[in-house]
Structure formats: C-alpha cells, structure tokens
C-alpha cells in the first residue's frame, strides 16, 4: 500500500507570553494609582460630602422653637409659598445674568487680543490679569465705593465738568452699583478659561474661513465660537454660579434694590438663627447650580459635535 503524501501540518499558533506579564504590570500599575488617590478622596469625601449631608438633614428638620420632632418640608414649602423670595429669586437672576453678559463681554475679546494680537506683551498681560486678583475681594469693594460714593471721584467728576449739578444717588446702594461690582471682581475667572481655549485654536483656520469667503462675524460664530464653547462653559461655571451666592457685594454696595438670594442665606443663618430655612435655600441654590451646569454642559457639547461633524 502506498501511503498518501501529506503535506507538513500547520505550526500551532504561539501562545501570548507577554499577555500575563502586561497584565500583571497594568493592574500593579491600577493598584499604586489607587493607593495614591485613596487618602486624597476619602478626605475631600470627608470634607465635602460630610458638611452637604448634615446640609441635607438640618434642611428636612424643624426649627428648635417649634417643639416639633421628625423630618418635614415646612422648611422648602415656606420658601415657595412666600412671594418675598420669589421676588429676590427674580432679582438675584436679573442682576448675575447682566453681570455675566457683562464680564463675557469685555473677557472675550480681552482673551482674544492675548490669544492672537499681544505678540510679546501676551505674557505681561496675562500676569497683569492674574495680578489685578490678587487684592482682596473686601478692598475692592470698598474701592468702588470711594468711586461711586456721593463724594467720589465720578461724582467729583460729572460735577467739576457741569454734567450734572448736584451727586448722582444711583450710583452707590443700587442694583447699577452690584452689577458694576460684579462684572469687575471676576473678570479673570472669566477671561484666562476662554484664554486657554483660545490657545488651542489653530490661525490657519482664520485664514481659511477668508479664502472661503467668510467676513468677520461669520468667522466669530461659525469658527471661533464653536471651537471655544468648553472654555465659556468652564467660565459660566467658575464665575455665574458664583454670582448668585454672593452676599458681601450686594450688602456693601447693593441697598435694598441690590438684595440678592445671598444675603437672604446669610440673614436667615446669621440674622433670625434659622439654620433649617437657611439649609434649605442653600440646597435650592445648590440643585439650581446644579441644572444650570447640565443645560450648560449638554450646549458645549452639542456646540463642539456640531463643529466637528
């Protein structure tokens, strides 16, 4: 009989030798990064989640002179049952909303000129920016009260060139004065994140929207804007969040007409002891903050997927 040739059988594939040891280094490599970050988290855990948990129970608790035990609502449903809050809710929005349009308004072709015109005095501009920061929140406020007072230098001013014949009020203990006050004492937080996004923008990409046809306005809200949405959205978190929790600005400057839901926690914490109503209007603010940084997020985000589709 003759046997039928056969030709050589195929060589079994070689085992993934390195596939264990790559692995073992990428879980070594897991288990330091954890061990590192373990302590960091547990204490930011701690320092965070600790003061909002006790926030959220002493907001469902009566206050200690309604002899009342147990959880309850009264301390929200008080909140939106009194018109007064709505009004301050109405105004507190008026006011950091003008503000910020304000502040966006000068950051952003502040930021622009840094990103793209300064050339050598980028630098000296930038720490200039970060400087004017430095001084304290409390001196700038009361330096603009030396400006708007009856007897500051703008009313000094307007008087000594005839405009007018006797102070401006308005200008001091009005709701001009904290939207003034506001729209100055955050300028960098606003200025330096559309900076950076900014940074990031190619000029060729200028340069081609003109050979394509594009004037300048079709080039800032088709070009620019698209490209540096994250960076309005990180200053839109960094700076009108903020706004609406300010207090010490709307108390220096603002008089009645300036009275903001800031001053309404701090008068309700520190001026009737009302530590539940207080809890509970700063969960409000915070669940606020909260849905604002979703809507704006989700726009950044639409913003940027439109660009690169």
């Known amino acids: 009989m003759s046997a039928v ?30 061990g590192f970050l373990t302590p960091s988290v547990a204490l930011l855990g701690a320092l965070f989640l600790g003061p909002m948990i ?56 502040l930021a622009y000129v840094m990103a793209f015109r300064a050339g050598r005095f980028e630098i000296p501009l930038l720490l200039a920016l970060v400087l004017a920061d430095e001084l304290s929140p409390m001196v700038r406020i009361y330096a603009w009260r030396m400006l708007l007072g009856r007897e500051g230098i703008i009313n000094s001013g307007l008087m000594s060139l005839g405009i007018v014949d006797q102070p401006v009020d308005a200008l001091l203990f009005s709701r001009f004065a904290v939207i003034v006050v506001l729209s100055t004492s955050w300028i960098t937080y606003t200025a330096i994140p559309i900076y950076a996004a900014m940074k990031a923008v190619d000029k060729r990409m200028f340069e081609a929207a003109k050979d394509l046809g594009a004037g300048w306005w079709t080039t800032l809200t088709r070009v ?86």
């Open 224 to 309: 620019l804007l698209p490209l540096v949405a994250p960076g309005v959205f990180i200053a839109l978190l960094l700076v009108y969040i903020p706004l609406f929790t300010d207090f010490a600005t709307p108390t220096l400057v603002g008089g009645p007409s300036g009275y903001m839901l800031g001053n309404t926690v701090n008068d309700l914490v520190l001026g009737s002891g009302d530590l539940n109503g207080g809890a509970a209007m700063s969960m409000l603010l915070l669940l606020a903050s909260a849905l604002f940084s979703l809507v704006a997020f989700r726009l950044a985000r639409i913003n940027r997927l439109e660009t690169s589709s």
């Open 5 to 34: 040739a056969q030709g050589p059988s195929p060589a079994p594939a070689p085992a993934p030798a390195a596939a264990a040891p790559r692995r073992s280094r990428t879980h070594a490599a897991w288990a330091r990064a954890a």
């Open 54 to 109: 006790a926030m959220v129970i002493v907001s469902f608790q009566h206050g200690p002179v309604s002899g009342q035990v147990g959880p309850t609502f009264a301390n929200y449903t008080s909140i939106f049952q009194d018109s007064l809050y709505a009004d301050v809710a109405l105004r507190t929005l008026y006011i950091a909303t003008i503000a910020m349009a304000v502040q966006l308004l000068i950051a952003f072709p």
